[in-house]
């Protein structure tokens, strides 16, 4: 199978030329689900307790940077809740986009966290190049021409990884970390919100 980025790196150059060169990143609270390690993929969980909390936290520190101008969504419940969060500070509505969703897993959604899907066709999951396509679709959608941040899954995160060339530690995957994804001198860098670091790119510690 190809890589998952193959393609959607050609709709995010279009051609050599990238459209948008920062964005703000955050995968939704945390969920029961999470806890549990139980696969979500397309099930509409919401957040616990905690991830509500993880919300209000992302959406405190959001607000500081004092940046962000549209909000975009996956329409699942757990990230829409995360995105509400943020928008309020801002005055702003949330665009929800089902492009945005996670990656559908079929009949392993609702059953324990195990195997790992993403290097092979596994029959009922999402195809993995049609993930991408659509997590790039998004991006395109959104990010061009204004300070978007964007709230999704963890598995929304691996793809936009892909495509960027970023080795993301296991960090980047917390519920509820805001990340600021900027394109400098030729490379994609992150930069964790929180914790005032880049976490990945070129001369990340």
């Not at 709709?11 to 030329?17: I, P, R, S």
């Not at 993301?168 to 509820?176: V, Y």
């Not at 990340?179 to 030729?186: H, V």
Request: aromatic share 8%; with cysteine.
């Amino acid at each position: 199978m190809a890589h998952p980025s193959m393609l959607s790196r050609r709709h995010l150059t279009g051609g050599d030329a990238l459209k948008f060169q920062s964005f703000l990143f955050v995968r939704h609270g945390r969920t029961e689900h999470n806890l549990r390690r139980i696969v979500q993929g397309h099930r509409d969980i919401p957040l616990d307790e905690v991830g509500r909390y993880e919300a209000e936290q992302a959406a405190a520190a959001v607000a500081a940077l004092g940046w962000v101008e549209y909000v975009a969504s996956s329409d699942l419940a757990r990230a829409r809740a995360t995105a509400e969060a943020l928008a309020f500070g801002h005055g702003l509505p949330v665009a929800l986009d089902a492009d945005l969703r996670e990656r559908s897993f079929g009949p392993y959604e609702g059953g324990p966290a195990g195997p790992d899907f993403w290097g092979s066709r596994v029959e009922g999951v999402e195809d993995c190049d049609d993930f991408a396509e659509r997590i790039a679709r998004a991006l395109m959608r959104h990010a061009p021409g204004r300070n978007t941040a964007i709230v999704a899954h963890g598995g929304v995160l691996r793809v936009i990884g892909w495509m960027f060339d970023l080795a993301l530690p296991d960090a980047a995957f917390r519920n509820a970390a805001p990340l600021r994804f900027t394109f400098r001198d030729g490379a994609w860098r992150v930069v964790d919100v929180l914790a005032e670091t880049m976490i990945a790119g070129r001369n990340a510690a």
